[in-house]
DNA sequence: GTAAAAACAAACCAATCGGTCTGTTTTATA
DNA sequence: TATAAAACAGACCGATTGGTTTGTTTTTAC
């Protein structure tokens, strides 16, 4: 009995006191068992894209033994899928709290442009940038995978057209609604990030994406 | 001797006639042979996915044996590298090729609309679109690949602004290069590929292309 | 025609893949 | 405290991976 004391159990070893293993409701210890899990399969797919990322690499980030993570889910695919769910579901979410930031409402190209420079941080840099890329490419020949995440893209479309255009007005005139031109911006942002994804982060690209706020703000104002 | 007249090299075997194998030189066969296995490459790239594109599946593709993939080939990197460049240098050929239809010059609108369309079908829809993508994910992880791949997706957009911006100039008073808009151009109908690839066709997508080339006309002209 | 080289086929290989099986430890129930 | 169930660990499994080896066929050079 007590053959586990070591590492995490045994606490305050220079006192060489035992403390009792922190004791966990099952409910807890299977939430964090698959938090974990789920998070290492996006670390995973970060680090070693789709083709890389195999069942050995996940369990090891997540520090996880084969025996636990069956006990938690039946195939690769599916906590593959539920990562991927969660990944675009909160990018969903947080599509609708980007907020153009309060400035003055005359000062439309630099608040547009803040917009702009905040959904390219947010989604379109760095490894949640490389996360969608891999996700999205991963559903295309993954039919079940696809059937799952498809519905989840939309609903980003349709967040980013909506909300943003919520913060927005079409100037008198433009015959251009604004939501179209939130999706346009979106797409644009995403080619631009696939750019950088291949052949490296270019210093145009912020001047670009300016010069794309500036046009912008001669068809919306806030 | 002669032990190998099946399939190919017997023919009119109604007649029972045997005629000769069909005699090619080493060089006729290396570089037949060397074609066939990285259209295959491409093929189960399209097909199947980085992830799902192995050795296997693509020399079933290929219908060619082991022994003789390795007589041409070190590795299955080197030639997924060598089936990327081509199809790569490709597009950066086939995008000085673009050219805006033949239309009065004063059919700004249009001919900017007919562009796009020829744009979008050439690169963003399809099978070209998919191994686009593959192809660009698969660098993303591959530091060889990457190294040999990113050059490439520069040289693309170098030639998209600079060919297709020939073929336009901008408005007096319109302060933009039009290669800039040219470059925005591509990424926005990247961005709306990868939406396409991801949750599938959208009818809104034609439309939205459309108001991007009005925008653009405001912009250009012939 | 003959010998060497190139092209090709298929058996073979260690390593890894996703997944399963058996047994131990921890928590819940009574 | 006893018993069952859930959580967990690691050995194990057949299938598949990229790559190699051995031997045969075709082309080339003499």
Sequence with gaps: ?????????????????EVAATRRSQPERREEMRRR??????D???DHGHAGASLSVILDKAGVSRGAWAHH???????????AEGLLRE???????????????SDGPAALGALLEQAWAR?????HRDLLFEVALAART????????????????????????????PR???????????????YMLRGMAMQELAAGPSPDHARLRALWAGLLAAQVTF
Excluded: C
């Excluded at 690769?76 to 990562?83: I, R, S, T």
């Excluded at 990018?91 to 409402?105: I, M, N, Q």
């Excluded at 989604?123 to 490894?127: M, Q, V, W």
């Excluded at 008198?172 to 979106?186: E, H, I, N, Q, Y």
């Design 123 to 127: 989604f379109y840099e760095g490894r």
């Design 37 to 42: 899990l789920v998070a290492a399969t996006l």
């Design 172 to 186: 008198p005139g433009a015959g251009v609604a604004v939501a179209d031109l939130m999706v346009l911006t979106v």
């Design 142 to 169: 993954d039919a079940e995978l696809k059937q799952r995440l498809a519905p989840i893209f939309s609903d980003f479309i349709t967040a980013v057209g909506q909300s943003w255009g919520l913060a927005l007005h």
């Design 73 to 83: 889910f039946d195939t690769k695919a599916e906590m593959l899928a539920l990562a």
């Design 44 to 46: 995973a797919l970060a």
């Design 1 to 17: 009995m007590a053959m586990m004391l070591a590492g995490i159990n045994r606490r305050d070893m220079g006192k060489m006191v």
């Design 91 to 105: 990018a969903v979410a947080s599509a609708g709290t980007l907020s153009p930031p309060a400035l003055s409402p």
